[in-house]
């Protein structure tokens, strides 16, 4: 079955205390991205990847590491989370990119729910 | 720069009622896809429809029916006959053919329906 696969899907954690979210796909799609979707603030993208070792920032990427070493994995690190990073994170991925003449919608994730304390 | 306003924030309908939810976007490219995703309680995002700027054909499928208007730079989303199962939050988003700018959504439309 074609998915992406976020983990964890719920996480409570502490200030300061790097973590991982992951994220994997098995559609050989080329481009992954990350969001983060905040009440009366929708989504907002934090980084995304068009291919390997390609990655780019979006609207929001301070506080956020990214790294695609491979294609279908596309990890998002937060090296010294803050309470200000609590929020419901996506992952999703695309044949091509969604924008530009190739446009492909975007397969997400089920989402990662993240509360630092 | 490309925006998406929806501006009802959250719609309560009784089953069976139909729903509009509106969504009103800006850009200055002339190629450009619109999208609309669902978030049901259980928090994953669905595809619903995407749509490409030369195509202003309505579409329906089932009960769904998205009606855009380039003269308004409106993409509505209509469901017919609302069930409980609708209720969901629905977002509008964006994207332009032109450069590396990034899908951008509205802040979504909350819809209850009731039985």
């Known amino acids: 079955e074609a998915q992406v696969t976020q983990n964890p899907r719920y996480l409570i954690t502490v200030t300061g205390k790097k973590l991982t979210v992951t994220c994997s796909q098995n559609?050989?799609?080329?481009?992954m991205s990350w969001y983060r979707q905040d009440p009366g603030l929708g989504l907002r993208q934090i980084y995304y990847s068009m291919n390997v070792e390609v990655t780019d920032k979006g609207d929001v990427p301070e506080g956020y590491k990214v790294s695609r070493k491979e294609k279908r994995n596309f990890p998002l690190i937060l090296e010294s989370p803050s309470p200000n990073q609590t929020s419901l994170y996506f992952c999703a991925s695309s044949l091509s990119p969604p924008f530009g003449t190739e446009n492909q919608p975007q397969h997400f994730g089920d989402g990662t729910r993240l509360s630092i304390l | 720069a490309q925006k998406v306003t929806q501006a009802q924030t959250e719609i309560s309908v009784v089953e069976k009622e139909d729903v509009t939810l509106d969504c009103v976007y800006e850009t200055r490219d002339t190629t450009y896809y619109l999208f609309w995703y669902k978030q049901p309680p259980s928090g994953e995002l669905v595809f619903l429809i995407r749509?490409?700027?030369?195509?202003?054909q309505n579409e329906i499928s089932g009960r769904y029916s998205w009606n855009f208007q380039k003269s308004t730079s409106s993409f509505n989303f209509t469901i017919t006959a609302s069930q409980v199962v609708d209720s969901a939050v629905y977002f509008c988003a964006l994207s332009e053919a032109s450069g590396n700018t990034p899908l951008v959504f509205g802040k979504g439309t909350r819809l209850s329906v009731i039985a």
């Open positions: 559609m050989n799609h080329e481009y």
């Open positions: 749509r490409n700027s030369f195509d202003e």
